[in-house]
């Protein structure tokens, strides 16, 4: 299948600009990093930058918004400002800290991506789920930013005479999207290490079909799949090791950005049916509901794709007994052989884990969902007891 240029171009792009929060240089071209020292030194500049101009930020547009009539908001509105602060800058500390790991690890993952392209002769632009991704952090997200940004101008801002008002919700803006440029970061590097496997599993099944008659070429023997296998999986282990702690707070951070979305939607929808609703304040309420939709997407891309690498490499297993099952012509050592892999393969744990706390698969976005419930529940009950 012949990948369209555009498809190559995208990839370009968006690989340069996810990496570009990296204190590392990627060459787009050759898909290679370069450790510089410019770029460290540029991102430190940054972050002290950062360091200073994000409180005067947060603390301005808090004290701008504070409500006499709502506590609970005022607390929770005090918690986002603060916690998108501090990711950010404890994010580009880890960046800083380890980038000598991301270097090397992202490197061997470029280098396995070419080995396995060649292998199976498949560009990894040719998988549907990576392409979406491509098109979703390029179309999707800048279009939802620009959505909320517009709609936000337009029905909480009164006047742009005010300059510093504006300057300050826009840079709060960014520092928001630069949140969800962390998370495609990360679900970029598990997104091509799942891609990888689907890729290894194709070489094993062609490896079993070619065995059933003649063998048609040269292809990598069982032993070798499965050691690219095993090479794969210890660097996306790695990877999500590397970024456990930004992937915690991420997951911390959609639980409370989508409850608290939930909560804004209800005081506002609870206002203005007392008060009497206005044609022009509908335009009003699509600003936190863009919000909940992107949240809620984002969150759910961060369950998705580890578990799409996860259901990829457990196809191991039965791949390597197919493998066994088909070849007729073999010998007993390869046969010995095979089943030592199979007895490996059983022990290993395919699953993505958070500091081994919990598993990044779809059962914990159904216990996140129940427990934001909860507390929306809880945060409704004290509305009620203010309110009366």
């Known amino acids: 299948m012949q990948v369209p240029r555009w498809l190559i171009v995208l990839q370009s792009v968006v690989l340069k600009f996810l990496f570009a929060i990296l204190p590392l240089s990627f060459d787009r071209h050759r898909e290679r990093f370069r450790n510089r020292t410019k770029d460290v030194i540029l991102?430190?500049?940054?972050?002290?930058?950062?360091?200073?101009?994000?409180?005067?930020?947060?603390?301005?547009?808090?004290?701008?918004?504070?409500?006499?009539?709502?506590?609970?908001?005022n607390a929770l509105s005090a918690f986002?400002?603060?916690?998108?602060?501090?990711?950010?800058?404890?994010?580009?500390?880890?960046?800083?800290?380890?980038?000598?790991?991301?270097?090397?690890?992202?490197?061997?993952?470029?280098?396995?991506?070419?080995?396995?392209?060649?292998?199976?002769?498949?560009?990894?632009?040719?998988?549907?789920?990576?392409?979406?991704?491509?098109?979703?952090?390029?179309?999707?997200?800048?279009?939802?930013?620009?959505?909320?940004?517009?709609?936000?101008?337009?029905?909480?801002?009164?006047?742009?005479?005010?300059?510093?008002?504006?300057?300050?919700?826009?840079?709060?803006?960014?520092?928001?999207?630069?949140?969800?440029?962390?998370?495609?970061?990360?679900?970029?590097g598990v997104l091509i290490g799942a891609v990888m496997q689907a890729m290894v599993n194709i070489g094993l099944k062609r490896l079993a079909r070619s065995r059933q008659g003649s063998a048609a070429g040269r292809r990598p023997s069982v032993l070798q799949l499965y050691m690219l296998h095993c090479k794969n999986e210890d660097m996306v282990k790695q990877f999500m090791e590397t970024l456990n702690f930004p992937t915690l707070m991420l997951t911390g951070w959609y639980f409370f950005m989508i409850v608290y979305s939930v909560y804004y939607m209800y005081v506002y929808a609870l206002?203005?049916?007392?008060?009497?609703?206005?044609?022009?304040?509908?335009?009003?309420?699509?600003?936190?509901?863009?919000?909940?939709?992107?949240?809620?997407?984002?969150?759910?891309?961060?369950?998705?794709?580890?578990?799409?690498?996860?259901?990829?490499?457990?196809?191991?297993?039965?791949?390597?007994?197919?493998?066994?099952?088909?070849?007729?012509?073999?010998?007993?050592?390869?046969?010995?052989?095979?089943?030592?892999?199979?007895?490996?393969?059983?022990?290993?744990?395919?699953?993505?884990?958070?500091?081994g706390m919990y598993a990044m698969n779809r059962a914990l976005l159904f216990g996140m969902i129940a427990t934001m419930t909860s507390y929306l529940i809880i945060l409704i009950q004290f509305h009620i007891q203010e309110y009366e």
């Open 43 to 73: 991102s430190i500049v940054l972050l002290v930058l950062y360091a200073i101009v994000g409180p005067i930020v947060c603390v301005e547009l808090y004290v701008m918004n504070i409500s006499v009539e709502n506590q609970i908001t």
């Open 80 to 188: 986002q400002f603060a916690f998108v602060y501090f990711f950010i800058l404890i994010v580009q500390i880890i960046f800083i800290r380890k980038k000598a790991c991301l270097h090397v690890l992202l490197n061997e993952m470029f280098q396995l991506k070419h080995v396995l392209e060649r292998m199976v002769a498949r560009s990894m632009l040719e998988f549907r789920l990576y392409t979406l991704f491509l098109v979703k952090v390029t179309a999707v997200d800048i279009l939802m930013q620009l959505l909320a940004l517009y709609t936000f101008e337009d029905s909480t801002y009164k006047g742009w005479e005010n300059s510093v008002w504006f300057a300050s919700w826009l840079t709060f803006y960014a520092m928001m999207y630069f949140i969800a440029v962390i998370e495609n970061f990360i679900l970029a």
């Open 271 to 355: 206002e203005a049916s007392f008060r009497g609703v206005r044609a022009d304040e509908f335009k009003a309420y699509i600003n936190p509901l863009i919000f909940f939709l992107y949240q809620c997407v984002q969150l759910y891309l961060l369950v998705l794709i580890p578990s799409v690498y996860t259901d990829h490499a457990k196809k191991m297993m039965r791949l390597l007994n197919y493998v066994s099952v088909n070849q007729y012509h073999h010998r007993p050592g390869q046969e010995l052989l095979i089943e030592v892999l199979m007895v490996d393969c059983m022990q290993r744990n395919n699953a993505i884990s958070n500091y």
